[in-house]
């Protein structure tokens, strides 16, 4: 099946720093990839929408200058998160629909998740 | 109220039993719906897609009742490899006419031996 590779699986920052995640689709093109953040034995929590080569779409509460959004290509997006601070320490998964596929219909496929601890 | 809306569990359940979720939406608007699966510390896969007319993969039935917004898993059979947390998402219209995947918080199924 379709694979969506996400860099790195975890991570551990200092407060301050800013921290990078990179979301790959391997075998197939995707002009939107989504961001999600999930907390323990809670819902995935939709970011925001990554748009190839646009601005992303950001979910209402989601501030846009403390997680960037760059899609650069149709196979890779990446997600910022900026000044990180210990309630930024979350799991942050990225997914991926095939350009081809329907919005509707189409299969989601996510990346492995970057667990981000700030300490 | 939430737009999705699953039991949280656990189920904990022996093997070869037979287990049901349920998940409740709030959107009558919502046009597709599907059944993921997350194993501990990893990202969710695809189950299956839900229908109208209900559908069958193996051990796994679901079933979607519009009238009731109201969907099912049923596994028969149960697993040990079963165990997971099951989460029901619902593809939701937005006000500019896009579309957005619901996903509920889960419903955590332990089969024990």
């Known amino acids: 099946g379709a694979v969506v590779s996400q860099h790195p699986s975890r991570v551990i920052c200092k407060s301050g720093t800013s921290v990078k995640i990179e979301c790959r689709s391997l075998d197939f093109q995707a002009t939107t990839m989504f961001w999600y953040r999930q907390f323990p034995k809670k819902s995935l929590m939709l970011m925001a929408t990554s748009n190839e080569g646009s601005k992303a779409t950001y979910e209402q509460g989601v501030e846009k200058d403390k997680f960037l959004i760059n899609h650069a290509s149709l196979t890779l997006s990446t997600l910022t998160v900026t000044s990180a601070h210990p309630e930024d320490s979350s799991f942050y998964i990225c997914?991926?629909?095939?350009?081809?596929?329907?919005?509707?219909?189409?299969?989601?496929?996510f990346g492995e998740g970057s667990r981000l601890t700030v300490l | 109220r939430k737009e999705v809306e699953q039991d949280p569990g656990p189920f904990n359940v022996p093997e070869g039993a037979t287990v049901a979720f349920n998940c409740t939406y709030s959107n009558s608007a919502s046009q597709s719906f599907f059944w993921y699966r997350q194993d501990c510390r990893k990202e969710p896969k695809l189950l299956m897609s839900v229908y109208s007319s209900g559908n069958e993969d193996g051990r796994f039935t679901a079933q979607l009742n519009r009238a009731s917004q109201y969907i099912s898993l049923l596994i028969r059979d149960s697993k040990l490899s079963d165990s997971a947390t099951y989460l029901c998402v619902v593809n939701s219209p937005r006000m500019d006419s896009s579309y957005k995947l619901i996903f509920g918080s889960g419903t955590r199924l332990l089969v024990r031996p």
């Open positions: 997914s991926a629909r095939d350009v081809r596929a329907g919005d509707l219909t189409g299969e989601l496929f």
